[in-house]
């Protein structure tokens, strides 16, 4: 299974990005999604999570700014970033599990990330 996230640029202060996450798998529909972000010299942080019945939670930092999606059909994830900070300057990353296993962020392997650069 890979995963593959893509979307991330560089955008000033106050802007937008929508990320994507693509799984090459058959479960991601029966998996909850996670979306984290490791900025440099940071440990990696769970930014925001999706259950499989769409329940979802974000961290305080970007509540009200980021919005977690899933399509199961194109098995695919996006997180849309709105009202941009520098602050968010990151790589980020997705990953797929039970939902315990998102929340700790606990997983065997990582796929490619993606760079946001947030400048004021």
């Known amino acids: 299974v890979q995963l593959q996230a893509s979307g991330g640029g560089s955008v000033q202060a106050g802007g937008s990005l929508k990320l994507s996450c693509a799984h090459s798998g058959s479960t991601f529909s029966r998996n909850a999604i996670g979306w984290y972000r490791q900025a440099p010299g940071m440990n990696r942080e769970l930014v925001a999570a999706?259950?499989?019945?769409?329940?979802?939670n974000y961290a305080d930092s970007v509540k009200g700014r980021f919005t977690i999606s899933r399509d199961n059909a194109k098995n695919t994830a996006y997180l849309q970033m709105n009202s941009l900070k520098p602050e968010d300057t990151a790589v980020y990353y997705c990953?797929?599990?039970?939902?315990?296993?998102?929340?700790?962020?606990?997983?065997?392997?990582w796929g490619q990330g993606t760079l946001v650069t947030v400048s004021s």
């Open positions: 990953n797929v599990g039970p939902i315990r296993r998102v929340v700790t962020g606990i997983f065997d392997s």
């Open positions: 999706m259950s499989t019945s769409e329940s979802v």
